[in-house]
């Protein structure tokens, strides 16, 4: 566990997730998925069963090369922060990274804390050699950060996703540690 001071110096606390915040983190992407046209689901579209999500959530603390962060403030959820990475031998090198913060909390450099923190996270984990993810091609904000964070632009995926009556690209992005 440990703490992020934002820009507007609130202090965040960051710690892993257990099977006990299942429940918390479902609630959490339910919100957030109807605050932004940037995830890949929209509002109350996370379905998951509570206990496979809770199996999942265990396996993932057992697993060297995947973390999920949960950032709170007076004890609620305002962020998560994720590498997830394949067990499979030909590919469990590659972590997947996803970040999700609550719109009021945009702004405050906590996405750009989070990123550092997992880059140096997989840089130590002995296992993970690239991080990988996606991003709406409209979310400019993010992709400038991830530049920034030394990511390059590994592809696009044409019309990947379908909001609000337009077809969107997916831009594909990688560092190699």
């Given at each position: 566990?440990?703490k992020?001071k934002?820009k507007n110096d609130?202090?965040?606390t960051v710690?892993e997730a257990?099977?006990?915040d299942a429940?918390s983190?479902i609630?959490?992407?339910n919100i957030?998925g109807?605050e932004t046209?940037?995830?890949?689901?929209?509002?109350?579209?996370?379905?998951?069963?509570?206990?496979?999500y809770?199996?999942?959530?265990?396996?993932?603390k057992?697993q060297?090369?995947?973390i999920?962060l949960l950032?709170?403030?007076?004890e609620?959820?305002?962020?998560?922060?994720?590498?997830?990475?394949?067990?499979?031998a030909?590919?469990?090198h590659v972590?997947?990274?996803g970040?999700?913060?609550k719109?009021?909390?945009w702004?405050?450099q906590?996405?750009?804390?989070?990123?550092?923190?997992?880059i140096?996270w997989?840089?130590?984990?002995t296992?993970?050699?690239?991080i990988q993810?996606?991003?709406n091609e409209?979310?400019?904000k993010?992709?400038?950060?991830?530049?920034?964070l030394?990511?390059?632009i590994?592809?696009?995926?044409?019309e990947d996703?379908?909001i609000?009556?337009r077809?969107y690209?997916?831009?594909?992005?990688?560092?190699f540690?």
């Amino acid at each position: 566990m440990f703490k992020i001071k934002l820009k507007n110096d609130l202090i965040v606390t960051v710690r892993e997730a257990s099977k006990d915040d299942a429940q918390s983190i479902i609630d959490f992407y339910n919100i957030v998925g109807g605050e932004t046209n940037f995830l890949s689901f929209g509002e109350n579209e996370f379905k998951r069963d509570l206990e496979e999500y809770k199996t999942s959530l265990t396996n993932s603390k057992e697993q060297l090369n995947t973390i999920i962060l949960l950032v709170t403030l007076n004890e609620q959820i305002i962020s998560i922060a994720s590498i997830h990475s394949s067990q499979a031998a030909r590919t469990k090198h590659v972590g997947t990274l996803g970040i999700v913060i609550k719109k009021e909390y945009w702004g405050l450099q906590l996405g750009n804390s989070l990123m550092e923190y997992l880059i140096d996270w997989s840089k130590q984990n002995t296992i993970t050699r690239k991080i990988q993810l996606t991003c709406n091609e409209d979310n400019t904000k993010a992709i400038r950060l991830y530049k920034k964070l030394g990511f390059e632009i590994e592809g696009i995926i044409k019309e990947d996703t379908f909001i609000d009556g337009r077809y969107y690209h997916t831009v594909l992005m990688g560092l190699f540690l």
